[in-house]
């Protein structure tokens, strides 16, 4: 199978504008995201609306293709890059362009969710430990997801989900293992190409999470299991917090 990464990019961001233009270890976050993925995956571009973003790619010999500004989601970004790149490839990798710390053993997994042919739609989880405390548990902004024996996705939620009724809180990391989504998803082009057609769900709409909208319209969605922690940036703050794990990791 061939597998083709895009990695969508903007540069209006209500929280941090211009992000994928962000320095960080004196290199661009996009630059950083497309070197994590380039190589891995069969072929990559970075999928923009802004001639900046294009420019800065290019600049540092990366492969760029420009989409419309009127897309809502990542996921019609890459469905648009996936038209203009070709044929050729069986599944499209869309990465975050905000992940610079995306490690290809996490693509790795996401290929290997393919090996079985009845997967659509593959994604990442990873283990909630009891060392992440509660609050993490708790925090909205960190989905969660219930998967079933096939590793399928049940549901996604920023609620906690299972509510365990008959236990104290300060228990539930230690009577159940809860996944954290990790936002990395792969489709079939097919795939893609159907999901992109589908109007907003009402899940959708209550939660705020684009995948479930698959799910109401029953599409699967397999999960690969990752131990690895990744670092993504919403914010100024989180762009500091990165600087600082990166001269961690570089000291190391």
Known sequence: MKFLGIIPARYASTRFPAKPLALLGG???IQRVYEQVAGVLDDAYVATDDERIEAAVKAFGGKVVMTSVHHKSGTDRCYEACTKVGEGFDVVVNIQGDEPFIQPSQLETVKACFDDPSTQ???LVKPFTA??????LENVNSPKVVLNKNMNALYFSRSIIPYQRNAEKREWLKNHTYYKHIGLYAYRVEVLKEITSLPQSSLELAESLEQLRWLENGYTIKAGITEVETIGIDTPQDLEHAERFLQARNAQ
């Open 27 to 29: 290199k661009t976050v």
């Open 131 to 136: 060392d992440n405390g509660f609050e993490a």
């Open 121 to 123: 739609i593959a994604t």
